[in-house]
């Protein structure tokens, strides 16, 4: 054949007829960011993911939008992590996901679960802040069973919730089963290293208290031993008054903490006004990574984050 032309066409054709990657056959939707970010791994190079509660928003006040409505009603696959963390998500996954495989990866086997702490030096959990403005006392352990729901923050935790997300992906999309599965032990193999990373990362720091104003990182402190000694939890909508600002300083005098961490919808000068005439630092953890953009990349972010975040504030 030397017509250059010829080639050129015998060339295409072949091509026509390689072996590639078919688009996902299926709509999915996650609810929060690190659960989004996981979903995005496992679909890789097949189709992204929708996300409900994007930028900084947080899951505990956010209102469902028109676009969220919309991307339930036709979506074939909803991850969220469930009641206690997502309770907006309830009535609509109800009324409009109704033709979609709804799950709630609190269920995802093989997941560590830990109960709220309450008493002592940790300020009861804010029930109210969690269920979107409901008071505490209308709650009772049925509600989320008292788990602490942030349980991405445990690696672990992660690594099984990616394995639920590969076989519901694969049982949902047989087509792409092969992609989904590699995918699924690529990610898996990226955790585990992850996890040795932020183990050497956070050791030299691990037994130097801290104080946190929302108790929302008991996986992060289990898996790793750092020492996390009493939570303030106040609303990040409300300023506190005088005579609270009076106790969360005499708490963190009290507890002698190294660092007093925030969350970046604080006011950074509440925490000099509680740190004042303390040793503490300040320092800021964001546990759902609202301030990082949305995708695949946003989990280990988030982890490392975390990590240095302890590692600059408590390092002497």
Known sequence: ??????????????????????AAEIRVVASVKPIHSLVSAVMNGIGAPGLIVEGAASPHTYSLKPSNASALQGADVVFWV????????????EALAGKAKVVALEDAPGLEKLAFREGGAFD???HADDEG????????????GGTDMHLWLDPMNAKAMATEIEQTLV?????NAERYRANGQALRQE???LDKEIARMVAPVADRPSV???????????????????????SPETMPGAERIAEIHAKVQELKAACVFAEPQFEPKLIAVVTEGTDAKSGTLDPAGGALEAGPALYPELMRNLARSFVDCLAK
């Open 191 to 193: 955790i585990d290293a």
């Open 82 to 93: 469930g009641h206690g963390l997502e309770a907006f998500l309830e009535k609509p996954l």
């Open 124 to 126: 009861a959990h804010d």
């Open 212 to 234: 946190v104003f929302h108790d929302a990182y008991q996986y992060f402190e289990s898996r790793y031993k750092v020492r996390i000694v009493g939570s303030i939890t106040v």
């Open 1 to 22: 054949m030397n017509n250059p032309r010829l080639r050129l066409l015998a060339c295409a054709t072949a091509l026509l007829f390689l072996p590639s990657m078919a």
């Open 133 to 144: 403005g409901k008071p505490a006392e209308e709650h009772d352990e049925e509600d989320h």
């Open 171 to 175: 049982a949902a999309d047989p087509a």
